[in-house]
T-cell receptor, first 111, second 111 residues
Framework: NAGVTQTPKFRILKIGQSMTLQCAQD?????MYWYRQDPGMGLKLIYY???????DKGEVPNGYNVSRSTTEDFPLRLELAAPSQTSVYFC??????????FGSGTRLTVV | KQEVTQIPAALSVPEGENLVLNCSFT??????LQWFRQDPGKGLTSLLL?????REQTSGRLNASLDKSSGRSTLYIAASQPGDSATYLC??????????FGQGTTLQVKP
């Protein structure tokens, strides 16, 4: 009963490096999301997907890319990391607008 | 654009008090509204989901109400306990499943 699994839990990147944040869910949810949460702030939507092969931008997509080749996986790619991308990243999945489940987060620091 | 405001931003109460957390949103064309709990350094846990056609939902000591036309929701916590200490986030969504978050209310319940 894993739910939503995010890896890694922590990561430090240097400016200009790239990395992929992994997200996998085992609930056969069709909807998946990536959010970022800056200190003391609410969550902001980066990208979302309503099914395999379909992705769309959220509120803050610049500097990120996503793909959804399977129902289970929704990786988030950071290209050319910048200090402004220091944040906690949460992946979530849902059955449309119900049954929201969040992962435990990835804490990313860009130095 | 949907915007969410939660009042108060922080609240500290002695154990046993009944609490009301307030949430307002600017776009009343919502599909549902959810209340989440976030413990420090953790992901979000769904507490209550109210469909747009409903007026309230209850789970144990928690009761959430929704007045869609006025763009307001409240979360009532009865007989608060130290274990209720966390940040509470309210989030309306449209039928695309995308959640919009406010900054939350950080609650501390003192023994």
């Amino acid at each position: 009963n894993a739910g939503v699994t995010q890896t890694p839990k922590f990561r430090i990147l240097k400016i200009g490096q790239s990395m992929t944040l992994q997200c996998a869910q085992d609930m056969n949810h069709n909807y998946m999301y990536w959010y970022r949460q800056d200190p003391g702030m609410g969550l902001k939507l980066i990208y979302y997907s309503v099914g395999a092969g379909i992705t769309d931008k959220g509120e803050v997509p610049n500097g990120y890319n996503v793909s959804r080749s399977t129902t289970e996986d929704f990786p988030l790619r950071l290209e050319l990391a910048a200090p402004s991308q220091t944040s906690v990243y949460f992946c979530a999945s849902s059955y449309r607008s119900d049954g929201y489940t969040f992962g435990s987060g990835t804490r990313l620091t860009v130095v | 654009k949907q915007e969410v405001t939660q009042i108060p931003a922080a609240l500290s109460v002695p154990e046993g008090e009944n609490l009301v957390l307030n949430c307002s949103f600017t776009d009343s064309a919502i599909y549902n509204l959810q209340w989440f709990r976030q413990d420090p350094g953790k992901g979000l846990t769904s507490l209550l989901l109210i469909q747009s056609s409903q007026r309230e939902q209850t789970s144990g000591r928690l009761n959430a109400s929704l007045d869609k036309s006025s763009g307001r929701s409240t979360l009532y916590i009865a007989a608060s306990q130290p274990g209720d200490s966390a940040t509470y986030l309210c989030s309306p969504s449209g039928n695309t499943g995308k959640l919009i978050f406010g900054q939350g209310t950080t609650l501390q319940v003192k023994p």
